[in-house]
C-alpha cells in the first residue's frame, strides 16, 4: 500500500509544470488531511490557500485546491494555482470556488499574510447562531495567545465569500473572521499559524458551549476572561506562542 500511494503522488508529480513548488502543494494536502482527521471539513467546502513569490513568472502566485472535490479527497492534481494581481488560472484543470475572492482579498489587504485556511465547522455555526456574540469572549487562558487579535464577528448573513468588500474594513484588525451561519476563516504569515488559529478557535468554541451546558446543569455562571487578561495576551502572543516579536 505504501508502494501505491507513492507511485501515485510520483505520477502526479511529473504532471506538474518545472515551476510548481511540490513542498506548498504538500502543505496543502497535510494541512487538509490534518483538518480532516480533526472532523472540521464538511463537503466540498472548506479551503486553504498559500501565498508564494514564483521565480518563472516573476510574481505572487497563489496555490489552492480547485472546485468539485474536498481538501481530504485531494491530490497534487487537484491545486490550482492563480496570480495574485490579475487572478489568471497559471495552472490547474480549474478555477477554485468563488470563495477564492475572500483569500485573494485578505492576502491583497495584509502583506504580511501568506496564508488563510476556510472552514465551515458545526459547533461554530451553531453557537453563533444561537449565541448571536459580536464580541469575542474566553474563557481559557491560551486562546487570545494563538489569535493574535481579536476575531472579527460579521453581521447574520453577511457572506465575503460572495461579497469581499467588507473584508478590507476588517481584515487589518484581525486574525479571524467569523461569518454567523457560515463559518470562519483565519489567516497567518504561514500555513502552520493559520491552522493553529482555525483549531484554537473552534477549541474555544467548544469549550463555551460546554460552559454554557454545565452552567445550565449546575446554575453556576460562567467565569469569562476578564478584557484586561484578553488585551494582554493578545500582546504577548507572538512572543509565548513563537517566541518571537513579530505581529
Known amino acids: 500500500m505504501p508502494e501505491m500511494k507513492l507511485a501515485s503522488l510520483e505520477a502526479s508529480r511529473a504532471k506538474l509544470p518545472s515551476w510548481f513548488d511540490p513542498a506548498i502543494g504538500a502543505s496543502i494536502l497535510q494541512y487538509g488531511q490534518r483538518l480532516a482527521a480533526r472532523e472540521l471539513l464538511v463537503n466540498t467546502l472548506g479551503n486553504i490557500a498559500v501565498r508564494a513569490h514564483c521565480p518563472y513568472w516573476k510574481r505572487e502566485v497563489i496555490y489552492t485546491k480547485h472546485l468539485g472535490l474536498s481538501l481530504e479527497e485531494s491530490s497534487l492534481e487537484h491545486l490550482a494555482v492563480l496570480d495574485m494581481k490579475s487572478d489568471e488560472l497559471l495552472h490547474g484543470r480549474c478555477r477554485p ?72 474594513r476588517c481584515a487589518g484588525d484581525t486574525n479571524c473572521i467569523v461569518m454567523p451561519g457560515h463559518g470562519i476563516t483565519s489567516f497567518g504569515r504561514d500555513l502552520s499559524q493559520a491552522y493553529h488559529r482555525a483549531v484554537a478557535f473552534v477549541a474555544e468554541i467548544r469549550r463555551l458551549i460546554t460552559c454554557q451546558q454545565l452552567s445550565a446543569a449546575t446554575g453556576k455562571p460562567v467565569v469569562f476572561a476578564s478584557e484586561e487578561d484578553v488585551r494582554h495576551m493578545y500582546e504577548l502572543g507572538e512572543q509565548v506562542i513563537y517566541g518571537s516579536t513579530r505581529a
Open 97 to 168: 470556488s468563488l470563495g477564492h475572492q475572500m483569500h485573494r482579498e485578505i492576502m491583497r489587504c495584509r502583506h504580511d499574510i501568506h496564508a488563510t485556511v476556510h472552514l465551515h465547522p458545526d459547533d461554530v455555526i451553531a453557537f453563533f447562531s444561537v449565541m448571536q456574540w459580536r464580541q469575542m469572549k474566553y474563557v481559557s487562558n491560551d486562546t487570545a495567545l494563538v489569535m493574535g487579535m481579536p476575531p472579527c464577528i460579521l453581521g447574520e448573513g453577511v457572506n465575503v465569500e460572495l461579497d469581499v468588500s467588507a473584508i478590507s
